[in-house]
């Protein structure tokens, strides 16, 4: 599985941004869909503009997340990942918070 792509100023801002967008929601942090959104249109992109295969993009972006989490993305969304998430879909997902009832109903 190649987890580097090729030198492109494009290709290194998708990666960079893949790094830090993990690297927050591994922190416990929000991510805004701004981002998200953004980095994905910068995935559709680069697959126009041949500068990857929407495969090394995908293995690309799962090496961040795997550097971030300490686990794959199909050991966190299951083997079907893709199937939930097709492409350019990023599953950042901030954790869920945790939610206490207010009343004693």
């Known amino acids: ?6 030198p492109h100023p494009l290709l290194n801002e998708l990666q960079t941004r893949w790094r830090d967008m993990f690297a927050a929601l591994a922190a416990g942090d929000d991510l805004p ?5 953004r980095t ?7 697959l ?6 929407e495969e090394e993009l995908l ?9 971030a989490f300490g686990r794959s993305l ?5 083997a079907d990942w893709r199937d939930f998430y097709p ?17 004693a109903d």
Not at 74 to 78: N, V
Not at 87 to 97: E, G, H, N, S, T
């Open 1 to 6: 599985m190649n987890t580097t792509l090729a």
């Open 33 to 37: 869909p701004g981002p998200r959104l």
């Open 40 to 46: 994905e249109g910068m995935m559709e992109a680069a």
């Open 48 to 53: 126009l503009q041949q500068l990857a295969t």
């Open 59 to 67: 293995d690309a972006m799962q090496h961040c997340y795997q550097a």
């Open 74 to 78: 199909a050991e966190e969304f299951g």
């Open 87 to 103: 492409f350019p879909q990023i599953p950042a997902m901030a954790a869920r918070a945790p939610v206490f009832p207010s009343t």
